[in-house]
Each structure stands twice: as structure tokens, then as C-alpha cells.
T-cell receptor, first 112, second 115 residues
Framework: DAGITQSPRHKVTETGTPVTLRCHQT?????MYWYRQDPGHGLRLIHYSYGVKDTDKGEVSDGYSVSRSKTEDFLLTLESATSSQTSVYFC???????????FGPGTRLTVL | GNSVTQMEGPVTLSEEAFLTINCTYTATGYPSLFWYVQYPGEGLQLLLK?????DKGSNKGFEATYRKETTSFHLEKGSVQVSDSAVYFCALINAGGTSYGKLTFGQGTILTVHP
């Protein structure tokens, strides 16, 4: 157990509304990631962070922003949700010692 | 850029059958290779990994060997069980620099095992 929690676990929202997903870790890992999972695409990287206030884009970052003001929290924001952002979102941390990545339980987001 | 290609699914087997899920990759340098498993309704769990050529990762009866000459990391299990029914993802990480820790995933292979 890498001590990763995500909130909320499920959310239904309407097109055009802002949504923020939270990832919290308890083990002080420097690197954190947000992925989305869609059928036929596996998991795709949205944004990642390599330290407090240090973030960068992944391969599917359009329509998403992130923030990391504390080591333990990494927030993913959809400024104006669209139906194409209906997905399951996973947060992950990288254990630097072993270069292994561990995942949170996921958030299922539905945009109507 | 990096890419991972897995065999098309779904794969349906009877209990105690032999399992192979093919995975090939394209990457620069010397990536680390991983298999993750996702059971229904759950997140991803690391199943096994290999960090250099000819390494064999193993866990829970599953094995995969890092073959640099064929850029492959095929997952095998000699005798599957119903409890192995899940989605399996092949993935790679390029170590170092700004790519540190960024996983590239295959599309996933659904495995269903019948009694």
C-alpha cells in the first residue's frame, strides 16, 4: 500500500462546470502523476509533478490544469468539463528508490 | 517517442490453460518494463518488472523476460486460475531527465478464465 487516496471516488457533473479531483499521498514522494483510462487506450498521462509547484504536461493535457502546493497533494482541475472528459482518472506516485509507480484507487467521472 | 503494443483481446481460457500475452515496445535508450494488473472495479497493481536486458520478472506464477533483441516483454503463466481474470497492461518507463517516471502503457488485454 503506497498510501495514495483519491477524492471523490465517483462524480457526476454537467457540461461546462468546473471539477477538481484530489490526490493525497502519505509517503512524501516527489513525483506524482495524473492519468486517464479509456477503453482501447490504456492509461494516458495528463500531467505530472516533480516537486512542489513544479508541474509539466503529459500527452493529453488539453482541457486540464494541475496544482501542487504541498508535497502530499496533487490536484487535477477541469476548468469547464466536457463529455469527452468522461473517464476514470488515476493518480500515481513514483517510488524513486525502485523506479516503480503505484496507483491510487481511481475516480470515475461522468460528464453529462 | 515511446510506444507499447499489446496483443488484441479479449483472451478467454479454461482454468489450468497456459497463458501468453504478447507485448512489444519502441523506446530510446534502456527502458524498464512492467506488467500491471487491474481486477474488476479496482486500480492498477504492479505485477512484475524487469530493468535490463535478459532480466526475468516473476510474481504469483506469472513471468516475463526482457528481450532487447526482439523488443518484447511477453507475459506467461503456466496454469491460469479463475481468479486471474483481469485486465493486464504492459508498460515502460524511460529513466532519467525530464522523462523520469513517465509510464507509457499498452492498450490493455482483457483476460477471462472459465472454470
Amino acid at each position: 500500500d503506497a498510501g495514495i487516496t483519491q477524492s471523490p471516488r465517483h462524480k457526476v457533473t454537467e457540461t461546462g462546470t468546473p471539477v477538481t479531483l484530489r490526490c493525497h499521498q502519505t509517503e512524501n514522494h516527489r513525483y506524482m502523476y495524473w492519468y486517464r483510462q479509456d477503453p482501447g487506450h490504456g492509461l494516458r498521462l495528463i500531467h505530472y509533478s516533480y516537486g512542489v509547484k513544479d508541474t509539466d504536461k503529459g500527452e493529453v493535457s488539453d482541457g486540464y490544469s494541475v496544482s501542487r502546493s504541498k508535497t502530499e497533494d496533487f490536484l487535477l482541475t477541469l476548468e469547464s468539463a466536457t463529455s469527452s472528459q468522461t473517464s476514470v482518472y488515476f493518480c500515481a506516485i513514483n517510488d524513486y528508490s525502485y523506479n516503480e509507480q503505484f496507483f491510487g484507487p481511481g475516480t470515475r467521472l461522468t460528464v453529462l | 517517442g515511446n510506444s507499447v503494443t499489446q496483443m488484441e483481446g479479449p483472451v478467454t481460457l479454461s482454468e489450468e490453460a497456459f497463458l501468453t500475452i504478447n507485448c512489444t515496445y519502441t523506446a530510446t535508450g534502456y527502458p524498464s518494463l512492467f506488467w500491471y494488473v487491474q481486477y474488476p472495479g479496482e486500480g492498477l497493481q504492479l505485477l512484475l518488472k524487469a530493468t535490463k536486458a535478459d532480466d526475468k520478472g516473476s510474481n504469483k506464477g506469472f513471468e516475463a523476460t526482457y528481450r532487447k533483441e526482439t523488443t518484447s516483454f511477453h507475459l506467461e503463466k503456466g496454469s491460469v486460475q479463475v481468479s486471474d481474470s483481469a485486465v493486464y497492461f504492459c508498460a515502460l518507463i524511460n529513466a532519467g531527465g525530464t522523462s523520469y517516471g513517465k509510464l507509457t502503457f499498452g492498450q490493455g488485454t482483457i483476460l477471462t478464465v472459465h472454470p
